[in-house]
């Protein structure tokens, strides 16, 4: 089985052509970041237009690079939700003309379910097992009973961590986007801030950030009224420990609730040096199997999505070529059938 799959649904455009979802066989990635950081921020009009600069080409580059023939293709998956909605039409409406030029089904795709299988793209997957979704716009816990079966039993209720991290690291002074500065000063940093840990309600697994950016904000203005220089280092390494502490803990207590046999680390935050080593430690003295995607796997890539469509592709779910963007598009939906 070969997808062509597609994924636009933020600021990078991605290209990538998967075998039997697992083998990578070319994997392009166009990041905006440079454009973005203008702005501080990611600019949805200007997404779109530089996902359809690049879209084409990029398409054309991916399928070269892969060293099959579009007649080989098995199907075109592309990421429909969720995302920015003008974002994701870029990447649609050249995945729904690829799967029509070729004669090939389209398979539309959830942006998380990509970011979880991931996973499969370096290491096999064995459930029941549990996801700790951490990226720009998400933090969740799912359970996944079986292949292709999303249930989520944790979510942010304020902020994904990712954009916690985004905004805590502008506060201290860094560009956008923020996630890897933090990371870094955190490490570098021998003094620590202490900050509070959101651990909400004993059994929950929800998550919840903004009260901790409120805290690192107003660590910073009580700082600054006193005339003194805000310690970004320490603010950093506090901010840091407390979100580590609290996913690695909920992450844990999943891992046993539902006897899962492995816990899948995904999102652009688990590019996040801290919670990797954390989680590797606890998982280690726990007996836990924990799998992490390689650091461009961690971040928007297309590879994981044709890995996700993968669970869709083998039960024959395709989808109508009238499919539009679902910005809102809810994972436990996109669970396969059978
Ligand atoms: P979503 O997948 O929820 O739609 P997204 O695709 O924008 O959101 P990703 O691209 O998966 O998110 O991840 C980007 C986020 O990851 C940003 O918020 C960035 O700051 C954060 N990030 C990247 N590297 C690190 C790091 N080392 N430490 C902390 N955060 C990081
Ligand atoms: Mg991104
Ligand atoms: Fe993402």
């Not at 579009?70 to 429909?80: G, I, M, Y």
């Not at 996630?179 to 801030?193: I, K, L, Q």
Request: charged share 20%; with cysteine.
């Amino acid at each position: 089985c070969y997808i062509l799959a597609v994924e636009t649904s933020c600021d990078e455009t991605a290209v990538s052509v998967v075998k039997n979802g697992t083998e990578v066989l070319s994997n392009l990635i166009s990041s905006q970041i440079e454009t973005h950081k203008a702005f501080g921020g990611v600019v949805p009009e200007v997404a779109s237009r530089k996902h359809v600069e690049s879209i084409t080409y990029m398409l054309d580059e991916a399928m070269q690079a892969s060293g099959i023939t579009p007649r080989e293709l098995s199907a075109v998956a592309v990421t429909q939700g969720p995302g920015l909605v003008g974002a994701l039409l870029v990447g649609i409406v050249a995945a729904k003309s690829a799967a029509m030029a070729f004669g090939k089904p389209l398979i539309g795709t959830h942006h998380i379910a990509g970011h979880i299988y991931a996973n499969q793209l370096e290491h096999d997957i064995v459930y029941p097992c549990i996801a700790l979704v951490v990226s720009g716009g998400h933090t969740e816990l799912v359970l996944m009973e079986s292949e292709g079966q999303f249930q989520l039993i944790g979510r942010t209720r304020d902020d994904a961590v990712g954009e916690a991290y985004d905004k805590v690291a502008r506060a201290i002074g860094f560009p956008y986007p923020g996630g890897p500065h933090v990371d870094r000063v955190a490490h570098e940093s021998e003094e620590v801030v202490t900050l509070p840990r959101a651990w909400l309600e004993p059994d929950s697994y929800d998550f919840s950030f903004s009260g901790l950016k409120s805290a690192v904000l107003n660590v910073i203005n009580q700082t600054k009224m006193r005339g003194e220089t805000v310690q970004a280092g320490a603010i950093a390494r506090g901010f840091q420990e407390s979100v580590v502490e609290v996913l690695v803990e909920k992450a844990i207590r999943a891992m046993r609730e539902y006897r899962a046999k492995q816990l899948l680390l995904c999102g652009g935050v688990a590019a996040n040096q801290g919670l990797r080593t954390a989680l590797r430690e606890r998982c280690e003295r726990e007996g836990i199997e924990l799998l992490v995607p390689s650091m461009k796997y961690c971040t928007d890539n297309a590879a994981m999505i044709g890995a996700a469509a993968y669970a869709k592709w083998k039960r024959g779910e395709f989808t109508s070529l009238d499919m539009k963007a679902d910005p809102g598009l809810y994972l436990e939906e996109w669970s396969v059938q059978s």
